[in-house]
């Protein structure tokens, strides 16, 4: 089963050709077509639905309502796997927040995120004229202050696929580099349909577990920091 979830409507002008992959392949078999119950998630008590277009940012609650709703379906399904390709761009919080609920909170075994940075389409000049930034020496700020609008927005996005903790639980790009923009996600769409789950991915989901949290006081904090 595979299903598409953008981020936003704007980045539906780039998911078409990914679309047109899924479409065929959903006509020849290839994939199938889960239906899931969330009744806030649709006036119906039962949908059937190949993409959904929810922002991780504007609507958390629903977001992870849907990702129960296809959890409910998976954990029926076992020996089916479920893809979920997540194309979002700017912070592209999408992938890895569904990423997080999945494998920590509900702790699903055969549901994979494949995330995508959609490239974004605004323009703008650097902040500053600060020469090249491919110099090792230049710090984080430095870099930040030399790029554009559009190129902080790109890299935003494809730094959350690539270089979020655990990263290994999120399939985030091939051979040809990293789920980016339109093509990114034909690509993503193209191992939906006929990639192999790699059999280290499934371990990992499978045995993955939370790492401990606590609370301080501030003063209890600096108390910490002098002591170290």
Known sequence: MVLTIAGSPTDHPQMGKGWQVLAQALAGGTIGRMQITYQEFDERDAIEADDFTISAHRNTETLLGALSAIFGWAKLHPDTDVVLVAAAGWAAVLPGLMAAYLYYKLKATNIFVVGVAMESKSDGLPVSDSGPILDGRLGALHIYRALSTKQRRDLAALLSIS???GAQ???SGDDC???????????ACQFAVTGEIPESLR??????????FG???WQQAIAALDAA
């Open 163 to 165: 270089e979020l903790p």
């Open 169 to 171: 639980m999120l399939l």
């Open 177 to 187: 580099g990293p789920y980016f923009g339109a093509k990114g996600f034909e690509r």
């Open 203 to 212: 371990k990992e989901i499978q045995t993955i577990k939370g790492k401990p």
């Open 215 to 217: 609370f301080r006081k």
